[in-house]
Each structure stands twice: as C-alpha cells, then as structure tokens.
C-alpha cells in the first residue's frame, strides 16, 4: 500500500504529456519512462529526466519496473497497444476511444481477464461538477420518466487543427469525429442514460472535404432500451471557435440543460419540490492554442488509477463502459455507411 505506483507513457504528444504532469504532480506516483516513435527532443520531454524508448516493444522488453502504462497515442493504435501492454503484465490507461472497433475492445477485455489486469478507459468529463450533479440526479430518479435527451455537440476544428501528414482526419488512426471530439458526450449519455437502439441518422461533410476522410456533422436519433427518445446533433464546421457542448432533458418531473463550450454550465434545472444546490467551479478546457477541447481533468483519472490499484475504490470508466462507446458510435457510423454524405 505504501509503494509508489509506477507509470510509463505511450505517445509523448498533447495529451501524454498531459498524464505525465499529472503522474508527476501525485505523490503516490511516479512516472518512470516515455515511448514515442518521435525523440524525446522532438516530443519536448527531456525535463522528465525518464528514460525514453523509440517503440512499445522497447519497453515492454526494457528491464525497467512499472505498473502501468498509459496509452496516448492515435486512437487506432489504442487497443492492439492495450492488449501488448497486458501481455506484459501490466496495468492499462486507455485514452479514449478505447478502440475503433468493437471488436477491438473485446479482445483487449478478454486479454486484461487471462492477465488478471486492469483496463482504466479516459473519460474525465465525468469529473466535471455539472456531470456528477446530474449523474446523482438521474440515478435518484428524481427527473421521473425518460422523455427525451438531447446531445449537442457544435465545435470548430480547421486547418489549424488537422496538419498534412498527421494522424487527425485519417479513417484508421483517427476514426471520425464522434470518435475523437464527441466521444466524452456520447460516454456522459450513455452514463446517465444506458444504451440506444433504431438508430437513424443524417450525415454531412460541409467544409473537411481537404481535411478529413469522414463526415464532420450529423444528426442522429434513437430510443433509449430505458425508454425516452434520444438526439445527437454533432459538427465540426462551426466557423472560428467552438459553439456549444450540451444536454437537455426533458422527464416527467422536470427538465434539464447543461451547456456551455464543454458541457460546463446547468443552464436550467426545474424539478418539483427540489432546489438547484450550489456547484463547485468547472476546470477549464484543456487548451490547445488555437483550438480548445474538453475539461482538463486528467488529475482525477491518475488519481482513480492509483486509488484502484490501491484498493480503495473501483475504476471510475472500466473497459465494459469504454467498450460500449464504441459500440454505440461504431452502430451510429453503420448507419452513416449506408447512406450519402450530404455535400455543400
Ligand atoms: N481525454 C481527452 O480529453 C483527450 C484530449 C486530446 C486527445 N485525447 C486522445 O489522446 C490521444 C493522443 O492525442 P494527442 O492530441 O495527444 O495526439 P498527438 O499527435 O499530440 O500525440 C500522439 C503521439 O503519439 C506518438 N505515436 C504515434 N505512433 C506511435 C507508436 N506506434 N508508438 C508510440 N508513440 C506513437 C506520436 O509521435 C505523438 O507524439 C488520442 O487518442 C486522442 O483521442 C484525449
């Protein structure tokens, strides 16, 4: 119990980075290596002082001890390097998606059994005061029955985002865009809402047609197997900064809207004989200069990595939720495949 947990980095950019000073900043942490295919003068992570390992095989195979290793790189290489990392004995940080495919994630769950090891997906907004508010909310019923929920995810992502050569608009590393910039909002729904079926949708590529190789909007909608109707209305094109990220639901007691950029801000909560208590403040977004994302609340998943390990409380996302995002956008993208993109 009064061990360190040790900590390995895969994929030294943005948000590895990012693990790495949050591992750092742990006292019951430590961060013992980097691996990149970059150097460790490219990634910018000699003030580490960690040794750095140009391959995943490297340092599996290196005789250095740790417990986990964090997965940071594009997501199509997310769970083949899981399930590596679990060959090897070791614990797995999974930055989202946990995968591309369905089956993917299947096979990882299946390695972290035969290993007896743990799989901890990325899925920090659920830290955001706003989510655990409403999370309490729903889980006590007090909204009543399910009528509809509403998902809106409205940002901008352009050239100063997707860089030629770079793995971000590419189908097999990237994976599309309900995978790398909705994927925190379809958990959160599916968190507080479970899983969808009859999905329908419309797709459309308005202005990525140079950027990327997948739709950048759609509109989707569904039934909740809990009962209630569902939407989630999605785009990328939104000219010059990010619009909005939020949730609305409507149930038998009252109604709800999140908003906000990231899904930050209770806009409206009116439920019978219940008053709204005081939340605490939102992180900011993690931001990227030009562009921003989702909240920078990557202390509290290191932080569940260690409790867990630990033994003091259980994985905040596990690999069964992980998967089932997946599965949920991998049905929504079947639907988009059988149809024509809308084009300007
Ligand atoms: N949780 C969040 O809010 C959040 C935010 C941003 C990104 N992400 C996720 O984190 C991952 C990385 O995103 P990023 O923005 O940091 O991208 P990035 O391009 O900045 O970093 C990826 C790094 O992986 C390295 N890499 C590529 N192939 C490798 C390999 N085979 N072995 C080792 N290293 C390899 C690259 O050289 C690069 O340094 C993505 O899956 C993304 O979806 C999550």
């Known amino acids: 119990m009064n061990e360190t947990v040790k900590f390995a980095v895969v994929g030294a950019g943005h948000i590895g980075k990012r693990h790495a000073e949050m591992i750092a900043r742990e006292p019951e942490a430590q961060l013992t290596a980097f691996c990149d295919v970059r150097s460790s003068e490219e990634c910018q992570t000699s003030e580490y002082l960690v040794p750095h390992f140009a391959s995943i095989e490297d340092l599996l195979n290196s005789k250095l001890e740790f417990d986990v290793v964090s997965i940071c790189t594009p997501n199509g290489l997310h769970a083949e390097q899981a399930i590596q990392v679990l060959k090897a004995g070791k614990h797995v940080v999974v930055e989202k998606p946990m995968g591309l495919t369905r089956e993917s994630c299947e096979k990882v769950i299946y390695t972290a059994l035969q290993m007896n090891r743990q799989v901890f997906c990325v899925m920090q907004n659920r830290y955001s005061p706003p989510s655990e508010w409403i999370k309490e909310i729903v889980s006590k019923g007090l909204l009543g029955d ?42 959160i729904m599916y968190w507080l809402f479970g899983d969808i079926d009859r999905i329908q949708g419309k797709f459309a590529d308005f202005n990525h ?9 759609g509109f989707v909608s569904f039934e909740f197997l809990n009962g209630g109707l569902g939407t989630i209305n999605y785009s990328t094109s ?3 900064q990010n619009l909005e990220s939020s949730i609305t639901v409507i149930g038998s007691n009252g109604s709800i809207k999140i908003g906000g950029q990231y899904m930050n801000e209770v806009e409206v909560c009116t439920i019978k004989d219940y008053t709204m208590p005081e939340l605490k ?15 920078a609340n990557h202390n509290f998943v290191i932080k569940n990595v260690i409790d867990t390990l630990k033994g003091r409380t259980t994985a905040t996302t596990n690999a069964l939720e992980g998967l089932k995002v997946v599965d949920i956008i991998e049905r929504i993208y079947k639907v988009r495949d059988e149809q024509l993109i809308y084009e300007n």
């Open 238 to 240: 939104v000219a010059m």
């Open 146 to 187: 399910i009528f509809m929920v509403q998902v809106n995810c409205y940002w901008n992502r352009d050239e100063r985002y997707y860089k030629q050569g770079g793995w971000k608009g590419t189908p097999d590393l990237d994976g599309g865009t309900l995978f790398t910039q909705f994927s925190h909002f379809i958990d």
């Open 209 to 217: 047609q140079n950027t990327t190789a997948f739709e950048d909007s």
């Open 281 to 295: 403040a939102s992180n900011p977004a993690n931001d990227y200069g030009p562009y921003k994302g989702s909240a």
